[in-house]
């Protein structure tokens, strides 16, 4: 009996942290507006502002929106933004991608860009 409850528990615990580890797209938004807006737009017709528009980023070639003006580094990464690709990006992107023109430090806690990226997957 004990050992039923235990595994009943481990598995409730471990979907909890799978459904975490997803993102919430809906927290994801409000993260974006609060550290990724004041330079990307998201709207399928929002159009580049100080940084390219992330509407359909998920899948995309990077340095491949066209109107803006990628860093040679972004253009010759040859990344391809993926969720797993994100999650290293989004921590450090000077780091992830030496010579960018992102001037943004990065989203720090693992939480913030699990959503962030859930929000980014949406926009198709």
Known sequence: MRTASLIASLLLATSSLAAHAAGDAQRGAEVFDNECS???????KGGNGKGPALFGIVGRNAGSVAGYDYSDANKASHF??????????????????????????????????????????SLK
């Open 80 to 121: 391809v933004w993926t969720a797993e690709q994100l999650e290293a990006y989004l921590p450090n992107p000077k780091a992830a991608m030496p010579g960018t023109k992102m001037r943004y430090s990065g989203v720090k806690d693992a939480a913030e860009r699990a959503d962030v990226i859930a929000f980014l997957q």
């Open 38 to 44: 004041d330079c990307h737009t998201a709207p399928p």
